[in-house]
């Protein structure tokens, strides 16, 4: 059984998210996705964040602030 990985994919203001070190990230989990996420809310940027799957980028949720 393969095990699932999660990225980040925020929406911005402006700009891209780039530089928003969360975006790379490969998260092992939901849970360590919503960690990253919260972190992403520290940039007054971002409006909202998507979660996942790393392999076909298919939806999981959206983290509000």
Known sequence: MATQAFR???T???GTAAGIPE???H???VEDART???LMYQN???LRVMV???SAGSFV???ER
Request: no cysteine; proline share 8%; net charge positive.
């Open 27 to 29: 998260y092992p989990s």
């Open 8 to 10: 980040l994919r925020p």
């Open 44 to 46: 007054d940027r971002v």
């Open 12 to 14: 911005m203001k402006q």
């Open 36 to 38: 990253g996420a919260k």
């Open 61 to 63: 949720e959206w983290i």
């Open 52 to 54: 996942v799957t790393d």
């Open 23 to 25: 975006t790379w990230i």
